[in-house]
C-alpha cells in the first residue's frame, strides 16, 4: 500500500513539473525555457529543485513507512 502511495506522490511531482507545455507556469517552466534556448543554467534551476523534491518525497515516505509497519508481522 505504500509503495503505492509513494508512487502516487513522485508521479504527482512529475507531472506537475510537466504542466508547463499547457502553460501553468512553475518549475516546469524554467526547464522547458531552458531546453528552447539552450541554457544549461534554467534547465537545472528548474530541474534540480524538481528532483530534489521527489527525492524529499521518497525518502519521507520511506520513512513513514518504516515507522508506521516496525514491528508488524509480514
Keep these: 500500500m505504500f509503495a503505492g502511495i509513494k508512487f502516487a506522490a513522485i508521479l504527482t511531482n512529475s507531472i506537475a513539473v510537466l504542466t508547463a507545455i499547457i502553460g501553468s507556469g512553475g518549475l516546469g517552466e524554467l526547464v522547458f525555457e ?36 516496525s514491528g508488524q508481522p509480514r
Excluded at 543554467?41 to 513513514?64: H, K, N, W, Y
Design 34 to 69: 531552458g531546453f528552447i534556448s539552450f541554457s544549461t543554467e534554467r534547465l537545472l534551476a528548474g530541474a534540480l529543485p524538481a528532483i530534489g523534491l521527489a527525492l524529499f518525497l521518497d525518502v519521507s515516505f520511506t520513512a513513514l513507512e518504516k515507522r508506521l509497519t
